[in-house]
């Protein structure tokens, strides 16, 4: 089944300890997004890639990284997460970044930093 | 990048046809329009996409007038399952690397 998987789906964590949120695509996809969901403000991309090994910063990239070493995989890293990253993450993967009907989202990643 | 205008809310029945327009004036020649439906801590589920016309497939229909300035997601006969939040989206943002979410239309369907 083609399908974008996320884990974990749900963490509480501590605030400034590091953790990683992994995404894994397996449709081939170059392109890759991730986004948070916060009530009141919608979905908002943190960082996208293109295609293994280029990455860019999406409209609230602070506080996040992200890598693309291999095709399928797009983990989110948070180093010291901060209360205020405490959302709802999304990951997505398309065939190609302008077919807004190709994009395939994950379950999504319910994180808490407290 | 088109502003998009849709209800923020909507309540039916089982068994009724839904439907949730959607406006978009300043909808660029190239723009496709696209409609996605996400439950509940969920990722967002692509439903339909159209440029004119109309467009249905098994879940939806897409009504888009002439003028393109406006569309309609029709869903029939609804079930309680089909309570989520839709998006409609009008082509990507300006770099060309992310779907633009508004705040969506609620539907609650009742029993």
């Known amino acids: 089944e083609a399908q974008v998987t996320q884990n974990p789906r749900y963490l509480i964590t501590v605030t400034g300890k590091k953790l990683t949120v992994t995404c894994s695509q397996n449709?081939?996809?170059?392109?890759m997004s991730w986004y948070r969901q916060d009530p009141g403000l919608g979905l908002r991309q943190i960082y996208y890639?293109?295609?293994?090994?280029v990455t860019d910063k999406g409209d609230v990239p602070e506080g996040y990284k992200v890598s693309r070493k291999e095709k399928r995989n797009f983990p989110l890293i948070l180093e010291s997460p901060s209360p205020n990253q405490t959302s709802l993450y999304f990951c997505a993967s398309s065939l190609h970044r302008s077919w807004g009907y190709g994009y395939t989202f994950g379950s999504g990643t319910r994180l808490t930093v407290v | 990048l088109a502003k998009t205008t849709q209800p923020i809310s909507m309540d039916s029945y089982e068994g009724q046809e839904v439907n949730i327009t959607c406006s978009h004036n300043n909808i660029a020649t190239n723009d496709y329009i696209t409609w996605y439906q996400q439950f509940p801590s969920q990722g967002p589920r692509f439903i339909i996409q159209g440029y004119k016309t109309k467009v249905t497939n098994e879940v939806a229909s897409l009504f888009i007038p002439a003028d393109r300035k406006s569309s309609t997601l029709s869903l029939p006969r609804v079930s309680l399952s089909d309570t989520a939040v839709y998006y409609c989206l009008v082509g990507i943002n300006q770099a060309g690397t992310a779907l633009i979410f508004g705040k969506g239309t609620t539907l609650s369907v009742s029993s």
């Open positions: 890639s293109m295609n293994v090994e």
């Open positions: 449709m081939n996809h170059e392109y």
